[in-house]
């Protein structure tokens, strides 16, 4: 239902763009796993909504939904930083509550081998070392603020990336706004 629904928003767009102005719109290397008609789709709605006429109108919607397209990418990007680094933050708060152990080499090992089971297909072996977590106090909260944590630089660098294609897009908001005030007056003072 979804595709048949995408299939003509994407061909209505496709069949807007001038033939002269296609280029200007291909597509963005995609991530593996990425839907292309996501993509399309965005474009569909871009165009639909800024209803392009000018070369410049047209560099504006495709600047926008490449904008789009890398906030998201770079959103993803950042939360999978999070889940990626889960294990290691539950290995390190494992660590943490080891009783009298003193082999760190041990423990480490030991520590990585439980975290690993904390993301077990066996309700089980998850349970007991999320159960071992909780008596701690150790929720689902601090595990990912310590994922955070330990992968803070690369959040901020997408952190940056983000807020520049989001200045980028107001930025572009702000000049299709002028000039289609501009364009306003102007039919107004040629109708008068």
Known sequence: MQEETQKPAIETAESKIPDQLKGLFCEPPFL????????????????????????????????????????RVFRRASNALIRGGMIKAVAYYLEQVRDGELDLGRILEASMSEAIGYFSRDPKERNEVRSRLDQ???????????????????????ERM?????????KLSKEDHRRRREDRREATKGSE
């Open 162 to 170: 983000i807020a520049a294609r989001e200045r980028g897009r107001r």
């Open 32 to 71: 593996e796993g990425e839907d292309p008609n996501l993509y399309r789709g965005l474009l569909a709605a871009v165009i639909e909504e800024r209803k392009p006429v000018t070369v410049t109108d047209w560099i504006a919607v495709n600047d926008l939904v490449t904008k789009l397209w890398e906030e």
């Open 136 to 158: 701690y106090g150790i929720s689902q909260a601090e595990l990912h603020a310590k994922a955070a944590q330990d992968n803070s630089d690369a959040l901020q660098m997408f």
